[in-house]
């Protein structure tokens, strides 16, 4: 039976397997300075008792000179305790710290129960030195008349917290500049591309001074060439705001900045409707392409041709399809142009049924013609991951 309880250790299954007890229990105390354990306090005793049943890691620094106590799991938290601490002052056990374990005393006597957060301590773990970090909190022992008999301090280790943090805090350093280099990366070939677009419109221009016959298909070319310039700086200047999504623009953004040369000044003629879905970047070529071909056709032939046409564009979903509705509204309607076939209508279906896995559908009803472009969503999510709202 230990003078600290009044059941054996052998009755108690948390008592029977509490080294530090047994240590405690089997120490000469005649010989210290505290004496035998049952000349202690009672609050002192007491403090032990809480000390010995903690599954945390609890020490007890008793009086001014700190004579240190501690349970199983401190001792497993601080590898410099193997050694033989009991009946010695924390001051003997503990030399590197002395300065600090004398101010806390000071403190704790003086009835203030300091706490500290990450604190470092150099400790002996598997025979080397380490460096680790604890939370310590102290709270003072007293006397029922309030005489102070020592301070209890419980621990918890802060050091995987911290190194993780640290991890964090690399990490996200180590982010921001490939971010940084990404953005220079993504300047510059914003400026090459830019360059190359200026350097095949002036291949095609030189290429006329000695095909002026090809005068038609150039100029048709190059209108094309401006119109994905446009998008793409569209796309570029699109991902620089703040609520721009990684790798899409706003389809109707899109399609506004196609149109904006047709759009008229005193009397809008182009009108867009509907959803304003996310696309991801790498379909702005192609759904460029195929915007600015009905724009040129409905420039030469269509609704834009005429004094009194307008265009208007209702954006839905349809089932498992996003469907994309040009409406062009004249009031003396073309002869209907299926029968041409040329270049700019070959284009459209390869590009539409090919690049997008589309289906393209026109119908001329009693206002106008309308067009119906139906792009797959399964198409759209897997180009870019999230890029469907």
Known sequence: MSPLFTISADASPHLRRNAMLRQITAFDWEGSALGPIAAWPEALRAAARIMLCASAPVGLLVGQDGWLLFNDPLREAFGTLDSDPLGRSVFDVLPH???FYRSVIDRCAA???PRFEDYPLRLIRGGRAVKAWFSLEFVPVLEPGGGYLGALFIVSETTGRLQVERRLRRSERELEEALQMSEVVAQELDH???????????LVSLSLRDSPQMHPFAEALQRRLMALSRAHDLAHGWAQRPEARPGAIPLRGLISELLRPYAGHEQPRVAIEGEDPAIPTALVTPLTLVFHELATNAAKYGALAARDGAIVL??????EDLEIRWKE???????PRESRGGFGSRLLAKVVEGQLGGRLSRTWESDGM???????RGRLEHSSANAWP
């Open 97 to 99: 710290a002395a300065v």
């Open 111 to 113: 009835g203030e129960a």
């Open 192 to 202: 090459r591309i830019k360059n190359i677009f200026a350097m095949v419109d002036a």
């Open 314 to 319: 209702d954006i839905r979903t349809r089932g």
């Open 329 to 335: 509204r004249m009031a003396a309607l073309p002869l």
């Open 370 to 376: 309308c067009l119906i472009l139906s792009l797959p």
